[in-house]
Nanobody
Framework: HVQLVESGGGLVQVGDSLRLSCAAS????????MGWYRQVPGKVLEVVAK???????KSTESVKGRFTISRDSVKGTLFLQMNSLTSEDTAVYYC???????????WGKGTLVTVSS
């Protein structure tokens, strides 16, 4: 049984940086994919970045060059380093994984990132 706990969100200024963390606990042996999504209230959930355990990563166009997804394979913690934040990055950020080795179907509770101008 896998659990995800996100942390690292907060209130920052435009141009600042934040690093989000997602700690995975429990039986993580079958995990092969992890990712970050975000949602602005009233808007559609959107993918931010994904990572597979073979180190293949993908990120959405709007964050390329600014956000970096990575994973501590020993501790099983997922990170999202966010640089040059803009007000459009304001959202609740969710960590997601595939504890059964299949589709991304286990979500964390989210962490709020607010970028103030």
């Amino acid at each position: 049984h896998v659990q995800l706990v996100e942390s690292g969100g907060g209130l920052v200024q435009v141009g600042d940086s934040l690093r989000l963390s997602c700690a995975a606990s429990g039986d993580t042996r079958c995990i092969s994919k992890m990712g970050w999504y975000r949602q602005v209230p009233g808007k559609v959930l959107e993918v931010v970045a994904k990572l597979s355990t073979d180190s293949n990563t993908k990120s959405t166009e709007s964050v390329k060059g600014r956000f970096t997804i990575s994973r501590d394979s020993v501790k099983g913690t997922l990170f999202l380093q966010m640089n040059s934040l803009t007000s459009e990055d304001t959202a609740v950020y969710y960590c997601v994984t595939n504890p059964d080795g299949r589709g991304l179907n286990l979500w964390g509770k989210g962490t709020l990132v607010t970028v103030s101008s």
